[in-house]
């Protein structure tokens, strides 16, 4: 507990956060899909983008997340679910600036098109932080229980490394190749919480991201370490499908008054379908209830 106390000091010194703009983001933001991440995502369904965010943005993202942590206090992650031994937040297009830049941040927005084709929208976007010394492991599951269906692939997350992944600190495991298999782990292994032969861990640094294609295999592990692990978490589906979390409900009208036609889009907030599909059936989690 002491480091996350440790941790709301420093954050305490970061100076407001002011709007970025492209000029923020690294070189690498700027650099087209080459043929060797093409292969990887569609092979092994993950791509990792090793310091990807500049250190402006990855210090104003976790300080905003830490604000709105001590904000909501027991309520954190209730609009969509709250999990064992780890804090969630969810709904954050509504919380903050600064998460409306990174769900459209163009070279994002490429990597996730090679998934799921070219029409697609936000699903949700929501934080998690694996508590220190927790010793939850997520069982594996695909998110949004989801299953390529005949037009192919349809869920795709993008995961934001606010911390350091490690061996020891509950970095993801995942099964690479799994996204290929049309199935979910649950209806096939008797302990989907246990280790699967396959799996590997994704580790990296603090202010890398990951394109994952989710209908792979995985699961967070356990903490073993004195200190939060912490990711955003943007996730985006093709256009025919359900929103994880409906954004036309759950974003403000004040918020939704200032967005940009770019950002009204990748929200969906002007689509009939979309209101037609997740006006009922929005929240579905891969293993959450
Ligand atoms: O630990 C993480 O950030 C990702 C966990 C995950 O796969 C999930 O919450 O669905």
Redesign the pocket.
């Known amino acids: 507990m002491s480091c996350v106390a440790g941790m709301a000091l420093e954050t305490r010194r970061t100076p407001p956060y002011t709007p970025l703009d492209r000029g923020d983001f690294q070189e690498s933001d700027r650099n087209p899909m080459n043929e060797r991440e093409k292969q990887h995502l569609n092979d092994e369904g993950y791509l990792l983008l090793e310091n990807f965010m500049s250190k402006e943005l990855l210090e104003a993202v976790r300080h905003r997340i830490e604000e709105i942590f001590a904000e909501e206090g027991e309520r954190a992650g209730a609009e969509f679910k709250q999990?064992p031994q780890?804090r969630?937040l969810a709904n954050l297009v509504n919380k903050g600036e600064i998460f409306q830049q990174i769900i459209v941040i163009p070279r994002v927005l490429e990597y996730v098109s090679h998934v799921l084709g070219p029409r697609f929208k936000l699903s949700s976007l929501?934080a998690?932080s694996?508590n220190p010394y927790s010793d939850w492991v997520?069982p594996l599951?695909c998110?949004a229980g989801a299953v390529p269906d005949e037009k192919g692939y349809w869920v795709c997350?993008v995961?934001w490394l606010l911390d350091d992944f490690t061996t020891e600190n509950?970095?993801?495991r995942m099964v690479p190749g799994s996204h290929q298999w049309g199935i979910l782990p649950q209806d096939v292994l008797p302990d989907p919480q246990g280790p699967h032969a396959d799996e590997v861990l994704l580790t990296g640094r603090a202010g890398s991201a990951v394109i994952m294609n989710?209908h792979m295999w995985?699961?967070?592990t356990a903490n073993r370490t004195g200190s939060a692990?912490?990711?955003l978490?943007s996730f985006y589906c093709r256009w025919d499908k359900p929103q994880q979390q409906y954004q036309k409900k759950l974003v403000s009208p004040e918020v939704q008054r200032r967005l940009s036609p770019e950002l009204r889009k990748i929200l969906a907030l002007d689509d009939p379908l979309n209101d037609e599909l997740s006006s009922e059936k929005s929240g579905a989690?891969?293993?959450?209830r």
């Not at 989690?285 to 959450?288: A, D, M, T, V």
């Open positions: 999990e780890s969630r929501n998690r694996a997520q599951h998110d997350n995961i509950g970095a993801i989710v995985h699961g967070a692990r912490r990711a978490h989690s891969g293993f959450l």
